[in-house]
């Protein structure tokens, strides 16, 4: 017994192309105590792909401060989010936690 026949010829599928997009970013980050936590939230937040900032105070010096920041967006881009902090005078210690999702484009 042979396989079954539809009588219609199949199609090769159409390749899609994948990107993987970040789309959360968790940061443990230290900053002068100079620079407010306003002030960097509004900064990442003109950032493309940028959604929402969260920013919170987890530790205080004399002169610096321990912040976490949560980013949320899509097609997060993690060197220019670097370079930008970086510029600002904002330490990335760690990044503690990403969240990426693939993206089929044909």
Known sequence: MGGF???I???EPEKKQVQVVVSKLVIDA???REISIVDIADM???LNGV???NITVREVDARTETI???IYGEGLDVKLLNEALSRNGIAIRSID???AEKSEQQ
Do not use: A, D, Y
């Open 30 to 32: 230290l900053k002068p």
């Open 5 to 7: 026949f539809l009588g």
């Open 97 to 99: 936690e990403v969240s």
């Open 9 to 11: 010829e199949e199609k």
């Open 51 to 53: 959604k929402q900032v």
């Open 44 to 46: 990442i937040c003109l």
């Open 68 to 70: 976490r920041i949560t």
